[in-house]
């Protein structure tokens, strides 16, 4: 089993909040990916990285921010949170090649009252 | 942006008949990889096609790689209960540091 983590898996929380979901792999991989993910639909790719201080866009439009300031690293942040944001999201990591098998975290249920 | 055609959404099998999920490229893939996803669970990798007509099997799970490496198929033979989830194809395009595409994915229900 691939060592990738997620926290927290499951998040219920107020409009207006500020959140950071975290994640963290031990693979050594240099790229790493968050998705956005409605139970059962597509993965919907809001961000990726190259490697350390390496952030872009995805295909999908998001409001959250992510930073990569450690190869492991690679948290999402939404600084007000908002009930259109309730989602899964999941966190990938994989090595740089186009080849290379991406390895998906346990996600995290997000919920916006 | 390039797109990679995932059929059909749904497919909704009796225990014990088949299921096939296609994924089809208008352009021409490095590599294809198919992916499955349990209700409530994460994409787990599957396996990676590279060769142009290449087939690989893991048990009952057919994969297929196009000759013009355009599409590709999973097919699964007598369907059991534990195969229920999403099936995502996910599209390499080639280069260094090029992202996987992923189609919408396949869901399957299996009635026992």
Redesign the interface.
């Known amino acids: 089993e691939a060592d990738i983590y997620q926290t927290p898996r499951y998040l219920v929380i107020g409009t207006g909040k500020k959140i950071t979901l975290e994640c963290s792999q031990t693979m050594g991989h240099d790229?790493m990916?968050w998705y956005q993910q409605d139970?059962?639909?597509?993965?919907h790719?809001i961000h990726?990285s190259?490697g350390v201080n390496s952030t872009e866009k995805g295909?999908l439009s998001s409001e959250s921010t992510v930073s990569r300031i450690r190869t492991e690293h690679f948290p999402l942040t939404l600084e007000s949170a908002r009930p259109s944001h309730t989602s899964q999201y999941?966190c990938?990591s994989s090595p740089?090649?186009?080849?290379g098998?991406?390895?998906?975290?346990?996600?995290t249920r997000l919920t916006v009252l | 942006?390039q797109q990679v055609m995932q059929i059909p959404q749904y497919q909704h099998v009796q225990e014990g008949e088949d299921f096939t999920t296609y994924c089809n490229s208008s352009t021409t893939l490095?590599?294809i990889?198919w992916?499955k996803?349990r209700?409530?669970?994460?994409?787990?990798?599957l396996i990676?096609l590279?060769k142009s007509g290449e087939v690989k099997k893991q048990k009952r799970l057919t994969f297929q790689f196009g000759e013009a490496k355009k599409n590709s198929s999973l097919h699964i033979t007598a369907t059991q209960t534990t195969d229920v989830g999403?099936y995502?194809c996910?599209a390499?395009?080639?280069?260094?540091?090029?992202?996987?595409i992923?189609?919408?994915?396949t869901?399957l229900s299996v009635k026992p």
């Open positions: 790229k990916y139970p059962g639909m597509e993965l790719l990726y190259y295909d999941l990938a740089l090649s186009s080849r098998t991406q390895y998906f975290g346990p996600g | 942006g490095s590599n990889q992916y996803q209700p409530g669970g994460h994409p787990v990798f990676q590279v999403t995502f996910a390499g395009y080639g280069g260094s540091q090029g992202n996987l992923f189609g919408k994915g869901k």
